[in-house]
């Protein structure tokens, strides 16, 4: 019986649609690690092997990041839009990223060359400080939708 719970949970979580800000959260958490992942990955590329000033690396990185979470968040974490046009949607979702990426290379700037933290230990703790913002932001200023499905 256990076993059969656990397995309605799961499906529940991963497959399901579903309005719950709790899934949605949890959701939003392996959607936004896949796209730290790649963010993380191109900043550490970009800086370490391509010779680009870490700020450059950061704003493309995290561009990146960006295109990754929006198009698996519209999938699989929000389900319902307040905007019905796509093109509108992304760009609202593209400023709370861009508030996201100003807040990101100010963190990084500060933790980086002011308290002289090594960068990739700075963006570490600038996304877990973004993490929120980024999700509260678009749960209820484009995503947040009463209706349940």
């Known amino acids: 019986m256990k076993l059969l719970t656990l397995k309605r949970l799961m499906y529940n979580l991963l497959i399901n649609k579903s309005a719950n800000v709790t ?3 949890i959701r939003y958490t392996f959607v ?3 796209a730290f992942l790649v963010d993380f990955s191109l900043l550490y590329l970009f800086t370490e092997y391509v010779g680009f000033h870490y700020i450059a690396s950061a704003s493309i ?3 990146a990041g960006l295109f990754t979470n929006y198009f698996i968040s ?4 929000f389900t319902a839009s307040k905007i019905k046009n796509r093109k509108l949607e992304f760009i609202f ?3 709370i990223g861009i508030a996201g990426l100003i807040l990101n290379a100010i963190f990084l700037y500060v933790f980086t060359d002011i308290f002289k933290i090594y960068v990739m ?3 570490i703790i600038s996304a877990a ?3 929120l913002w980024n999700f509260f932001a678009r749960k209820y200023l484009i995503f947040n939708n009463s209706k349940k499905q």
């Open 129 to 131: 400080l973004i993490y």
């Open 32 to 34: 936004g690690g896949f």
């Open 74 to 77: 519209v999938k699989w974490v």
């Open 61 to 63: 990185s995290f561009v």
């Open 93 to 95: 979702f593209a400023l």
């Open 121 to 123: 230990y700075s963006k």
């Open 23 to 25: 899934v949605q959260f």
